[in-house]
């Protein structure tokens, strides 16, 4: 009976995702009751949306066809489910993380700056008033290989503001620890997604997001940069995976309870 309430709510998330990009729903009763959860990355315009879900719901069922608790990231979107309850309550766990395997010139300049950008995504994210908690923008750096960070957070609507800001600031105090000195990061919680890029160019669609305005760059000299200790692509219990350029060589990420 689980079995088949998972396959119908799977098969529900597509057509009745709604227009912010979120899906909650349940079905069955004591141990066959089905949880689930779906959030679409806040820059996909519906259909994007609709189409990512479907592929998604396919996939995990695929995966995970026997047990009771999954949860996908897939690039744009991320598909959860459980038999506990998990709608409305923040999960930091599991945490999974991917890097760029390309290291940036200045580390020192580049994690002042970027720890001034994810603060204030972190503010603006966390008392969004949108049925969308995200926020994205751009701060230029004094690094000439890298003039750009491109930065993006997103929280699912179900849980508190205040839930919200702990989330992403648990995120970003992961990002030296799995991925020091690289150039791009992404950290997965079931809760809240954190990115961001040195390209030219943003990795989210602009016309579909409102740009955090940023403070002035700061003004303090920059200490001879060290350079970044090797990584093997693992740290902490934290899966790494690399991608090459901002383009990931992976589609998804699969964690099964």
Same mark, same amino acid.
Request: hydrophobic share 35%; net charge negative.
């Given at each position: 009976?689980?079995?088949?309430?998972?396959?119908?709510?799977? +098969?529900?998330? !597509? &057509?009745?995702?709604?227009?912010?990009?979120?899906?909650?729903?349940?079905?069955?009763?004591? +141990?066959?009751?089905?949880?689930?959860?779906?959030?679409?990355?806040?820059?996909?315009?519906? !259909?994007?949306?609709?189409?990512?879900?479907?592929?998604?719901?396919?996939?995990?069922?695929?995966? /995970?066809?026997?047990?009771?608790?999954?949860?996908?990231?897939?690039?744009?979107?991320?598909?959860?489910? +459980?038999?506990?309850?998990?709608?409305?309550?923040?999960?930091?766990?599991?945490?999974? =993380?991917?890097?760029?395997?390309?290291?940036?010139?200045?580390?020192?300049?580049?994690?002042?700056?970027?720890?001034?950008?994810?603060?204030?995504?972190?503010?603006?994210?966390?008392?969004?008033? =949108?049925?969308?908690?995200?926020?994205?923008?751009?701060?230029?750096?004094?690094?000439?290989?890298?003039?750009?960070?491109?930065?993006?957070?997103?929280?699912? #609507?179900?849980?508190?503001?205040?839930?919200?800001?702990?989330?992403?600031?648990?995120?970003?105090?992961?990002?030296?620890?799995? /991925?020091?000195?690289?150039?791009?990061?992404?950290?997965?919680?079931? +809760? /809240?997604?954190?990115?961001?890029?040195?390209?030219?160019?943003?990795?989210?669609?602009?016309?579909?997001?409102?740009?955090?305005?940023?403070?002035?760059?700061?003004?303090? #000299? =920059?200490?001879?940069?060290?350079?970044? &200790?090797?990584?093997?692509?693992? !740290?902490?219990?934290?899966? /790494? &995976?690399?991608?090459?350029?901002?383009?990931?060589?992976? !589609?998804?990420?699969?964690?099964?309870?």
């Amino acid at each position: 009976m689980y079995e088949r309430n998972l396959n119908t709510l799977l +098969s529900s998330v !597509s &057509p009745n995702i709604n227009a912010n990009g979120f899906y909650n729903a349940s079905m069955g009763e004591n +141990s066959d009751r089905v949880n689930l959860i779906a959030l679409c990355r806040a820059d996909l315009q519906p !259909s994007q949306c609709r189409e990512y879900v479907k592929n998604a719901t396919e996939e995990i069922l695929k995966r /995970c066809p026997n047990q009771k608790q999954a949860i996908l990231w897939h690039e744009f979107c991320m598909v959860r489910y +459980s038999n506990e309850a998990i709608f409305g309550t923040l999960a930091i766990s599991p945490m999974r =993380s991917g890097h760029s395997g390309e290291n940036v010139t200045n580390t020192v300049v580049f994690y002042r700056e970027l720890n001034v950008l994810l603060d204030s995504l972190h503010d603006h994210a966390a008392s969004n008033s =949108s049925p969308k908690k995200f926020a994205a923008a751009r701060r230029d750096v004094d690094d000439p290989k890298h003039p750009f960070i491109y930065a993006f957070e997103q929280c699912t #609507p179900d849980i508190t503001s205040e839930e919200c800001g702990d989330c992403l600031n648990k995120s970003a105090q992961m990002i030296r620890e799995c /991925c020091d000195g690289a150039r791009g990061v992404r950290i997965l919680t079931p +809760s /809240c997604y954190l990115r961001f890029e040195t390209d030219q160019d943003p990795f989210y669609n602009k016309s579909m997001v409102e740009t955090v305005s940023q403070p002035p760059k700061l003004s303090i #000299p =920059s200490p001879v940069p060290q350079p970044a &200790p090797q990584r093997d692509g693992e !740290s902490g219990g934290v899966t /790494c &995976p690399h991608w090459n350029l901002g383009l990931l060589l992976f !589609s998804l990420f699969v964690f099964i309870f």
